[in-house]
């Protein structure tokens, strides 16, 4: 059983490596022909960008491979000695927060230079050490607080249930759900300023935008993304009272009023259309399948790792093997979200206006510095949203000149 699971992550390690090479051999000739949306100079750019992006996910993918061999050949057997299993649940707690320490741990420097050397260079980031530490460490504390509450109910379900596997999904769920319910007002703040709109027009109309699509909201607020990040940005999010419009500082410095107001009404055809609720309903789904296999592996394969099959063992298990089930079910998701951007697209034209969201577009993958194109099988693994240029297609408008004066033309008239 072993062979098995190293067999499979093995495949699933060169399939990621074999598509970055794909994306980077593509971006690669791509920005050496006409520029797409893009100015010249921003075009290269953001291509040389895309590369050195994926250059780093494919040395994310061989560190990851190579920690998956360090718990499989040792590790896990390891950290149980360690901590041993003669407290039962108490042990099983102490299981998960060594094997997510030791994890964080040793990715921790590929994202500092994610942050520091890859974004800072292309001016993506305006993280300080200091934010980040401090950021680094509201996580860490979040996360032993939830994290040890989750951990110690799933324990509690393992060592007690025996069909352990079916409770620990609906938790889970449930605590998706609660998230998702709670991050506006309760998660985003521990990170970002919110404060109210100030600007009493945009406020206005906003307002008077929600009141036609049948939406309330709990506010409408702007948060300080710029200290972190120069991506223009904005969300409505939240179930119930507690949804709330937000509009990162970036997007109102960037944007005018009317393009604005065409984001928004994007965001606002996720809601109409019930995205939210599709998203979560598929998640559930994901989240079930994943947890019926591993609650079905048998206890052989913890004996040859090494391990006592405790709920400590097994929750790391779901944890290590979660990657390859979401690699797996991302084209599913994918093909769904962006059929659902499309939509949101159209809703977000009928509210704000065709031109007024081509224009959003053109400047937010300008500002962004996106590269406009990509793999067929990058686009099928990974895309969330339909590529940009697709999505300009279906609103009408079409880059064929390829002439920067006609897109800054674009991008400054009415």
């Known amino acids: 059983m072993l062979e098995v699971l190293i067999g499979v992550f093995t495949l699933y390690t060169l399939i990621k490596i074999y598509i970055s090479v794909m994306q980077i051999g593509f971006v690669t000739d791509a920005k050496r022909l006409e520029p797409v949306l893009l100015s010249e100079t921003k075009y290269v750019i953001a291509g040389n960008y895309a590369i050195k992006k994926e250059r780093l996910s494919m040395a994310e993918t061989f560190i990851d491979y190579v920690v998956f061999l360090f718990w499989v050949y040792g590790g896990f057997r390891y950290l149980q000695q360690a901590v041993g299993i003669d407290n039962g649940i108490i042990s099983s707690v102490e299981f998960l927060f060594g094997y997510f320490a030791i994890n964080y741990i040793l990715t921790l420097p590929l994202d500092v230079y994610r942050v520091f050397g890859l974004d800072k260079a292309f001016h993506f980031t305006k993280t300080t050490p200091k934010l980040y530490i401090i950021d680094q460490l509201k996580s860490a504390l979040i996360f032993l607080i939830v994290g040890g509450a989750i951990f110690f109910a799933l324990s509690y379900i393992i060592e007690n249930f025996t069909n352990w596997w079916l409770w620990s999904f609906l938790v ?102 019930k995205d939210v609720f599709k998203n979560i309903g598929l998640m559930g789904a994901f989240l079930f399948v994943v947890f019926f296999i591993v609650g079905h592996i ?117």
């Open 298 to 414: 048998p206890d052989s394969l913890f004996l040859e790792l090494g391990v006592v099959a405790n709920a400590g063992a097994k929750i790391a298990l779901i944890a290590m093997l979660l990657p390859i089930f979401s690699f797996i079910y991302m084209p599913i998701m994918g093909l769904v979200s962006r059929h659902n951007e499309y939509e949101a697209d159209k809703f977000g034209a009928k509210i704000g206006g065709k031109t007024n969201l081509v224009r959003a577009l053109l400047k937010l993958v300008n500002e962004n510095k996106s590269f406009p194109l990509s793999h067929p099988i990058y686009i099928f693994f990974y895309y969330s949203h339909p590529p940009v240029v697709e999505r300009l297609k279906e609103l009408g408008y079409t880059d064929e000149k390829h002439d920067d004066s006609v897109l800054l033309g674009f991008l400054n008239d009415t």
């Open 172 to 273: 889970v769920f449930a605590f998706i759900v609660l998230v998702n319910m709670l991050y506006p007002t309760v998660i985003a703040p521990i990170f970002n300023k919110f404060k109210p709109l100030e600007d009493a027009e945009l406020k206005a109309d906003i307002e008077r935008i929600l009141k036609e699509v049948g939406l309330n909201s709990d506010g409408i607020f702007t948060i300080d993304a710029s200290k972190r990040d120069a991506r223009l940005n904005a969300y409505f999010g939240g179930f119930g009272k507690a949804k709330r419009v937000v509009l990162f500082d970036t997007l109102l410095e960037k944007l005018n009023k009317d393009e604005i107001l065409a984001v928004l009404g994007h965001e606002l055809g996720h809601y109409s259309h």
